[in-house]
């Protein structure tokens, strides 16, 4: 019986594999990884460059930390997560870094993340009851939509850890109502996400 079940994992696990090998799921997550590359190399470099050259960075953080409450930088990234990610995430990391809780106010940022992600899931889900809004979503999200009807969940994981708009990820998944509770589970690799990004940031601020 046991080796029946293990069997039947690996037949499963071999049917999946192939089925991602010829739809370009593999393809996809490198490609995506390739441009998720240069735009964290160029944020750093900017950031050093700007450190050195024009401006100091951890001075311009602290005096941010001591003008505003964390409640209301939180509030504007929330904000910005459900709209498309407008800001990039690694400005508010790299404030938190310098903020008087880093690590509270790390996951902070991390849960608006990804409450800003269940906003736009539900803006995704009810688009689908406005037919011209959908059908411009439709035309302009086209390849997005696509892509997350045929690879679901791995999609999802690849929007929370990589450095691409959760948000739109998040849309297409309410526009082909992915089921919820799947997408919760799949959105929490957000946190992995932003834990990972202020080892490095962190170092540099």
Sequence with gaps: MKRKAKSRKKSRI???????????????????I???????VLFIGALLALDYFVLDIEGMLVTVTETYSPLGIISVFF????????????????????????????SLLAAASYAGGIVSYFIGKGITKIPSVHEQLEVN?????????????????VGALLPIPFAITSIAAGIIRFPFLSYLMFGLLRFVRFYLYALVIFEMV
Aim: hydrophobic fraction near 45%; charged fraction near 15%; avoid cysteine.
């Design 141 to 157: 999200m086209a390849q997005h939509i696509a892509n997350t009807r045929k690879w679901g969940g791995f999609l999802i994981i």
């Design 79 to 106: 904000v910005s997560e459900s709209l498309l990610g407008l800001v990039p995430p690694e400005l508010f990391i790299a404030w938190s870094g310098k903020s008087a809780s880093p690590i509270l106010n790390l």
């Design 34 to 40: 390739k441009k998720a590359i240069v735009p964290i």
């Design 14 to 32: 071999r049917l999946l594999h192939q089925y991602y090998s010829y739809t370009g799921f593999y393809k996809f997550v490198w490609k995506s």
